[in-house]
């Protein structure tokens, strides 16, 4: 239990382009969502915070206008990078957090690996 | 601000080495703290969690420890193995619904 999944693992794209990437919580629903950055040899950086239904809260630094985040249902948000540049490239991993799975833990999605071009 | 620090960055030992990898953080007002292990280009796998009022979790050949006022966390990983080979980080939260901070990472590589 507790699987939640993402789309897609590994997208490569033009500068200038956008990319949604979506994550599911496939057998729970999610009270929130999380969606954090990591960059090569770098520590995994909380982009945003999601409640589904409500609009996102961005971590400090990072551009809401930039990174798109919609949290339409329990199961699914998405994270849409928009006019990407080569300097977005970087690994993208949600989590998701249920009260009714464990009040201590969030359950993370295998990632999704963003090259810009 | 919590800060999360994992020193060293890197790890080459022979097998069948046991190993220690700390952690430590800088704000105690923690609620639990997580060791994890990531594959290269792979997500999380979950090791092992702590919660403040415990001092120790173990689950096969692990035994994470957690000494919450001096702010340190250790991860002891008994007997290696060449599959013990990845990168672990440990993150702290304070609640269940709140964010993850984490450290770096420490890559451990177990040569045969």
């Known amino acids: 239990g507790a699987v939640v999944s993402q789309h897609p693992s590994r997208v490569i794209c033009k500068s200038g382009t956008s990319v949604k990437i979506e994550c599911r919580s496939l057998?729970?629903?999610?009270?929130?969502m999380f969606w954090y950055r990591q960059f090569p040899k770098q520590s995994l950086m909380l982009m945003a915070t999601?409640?589904?239904?409500?609009?996102?809260?961005?971590e400090q630094g990072v551009e809401k206008d930039k990174f798109l985040i919609n949290h339409a249902s329990l199961t699914l948000s998405t994270l849409t990078v928009t006019s990407a540049h080569p300097e977005d490239s970087s690994f993208y991993i949600c989590?998701?957090?249920?009260?009714?799975?464990?009040?201590?833990?969030?359950?993370f999605g295998p990632g999704t690996r963003l090259t810009v071009l | 601000k919590q800060e999360v620090t994992q020193i060293p960055a890197a790890l080459s030992v022979p097998e069948g080495e046991n190993l220690v990898l700390n952690c430590s953080f800088t704000?105690?007002?923690?609620?639990?703290l997580q060791w994890f292990r990531q594959d290269p280009g792979k997500g999380l796998t979950s090791l092992l969690l702590?919660?403040?009022?415990?001092r120790e979790q173990t689950s096969g050949r692990l035994n994470a420890s957690l000494d919450k006022s001096s702010g340190r966390s250790t991860l002891y990983i008994a007997a290696s193995q060449p599959g013990d080979s990845a990168t672990y980080l440990c993150?702290?939260?304070?609640?269940?619904?709140?964010?993850?901070?984490f450290g770096k990472g420490m890559k451990l590589t177990v040569n045969p």
């Open positions: 989590s998701a957090f249920s009260p009714d799975i464990s009040t201590d833990t969030q359950y």
């Open positions: 993150a702290v939260s304070q609640g269940g619904s709140e964010k993850l901070v």
């Open positions: 704000d105690s007002a923690i609620y639990n």
């Open positions: 702590i919660q403040s009022s415990q």
């Open positions: 999601s409640n589904e239904g409500s609009k996102a809260t961005y």
């Open positions: 057998d729970f629903q999610a009270t929130t």
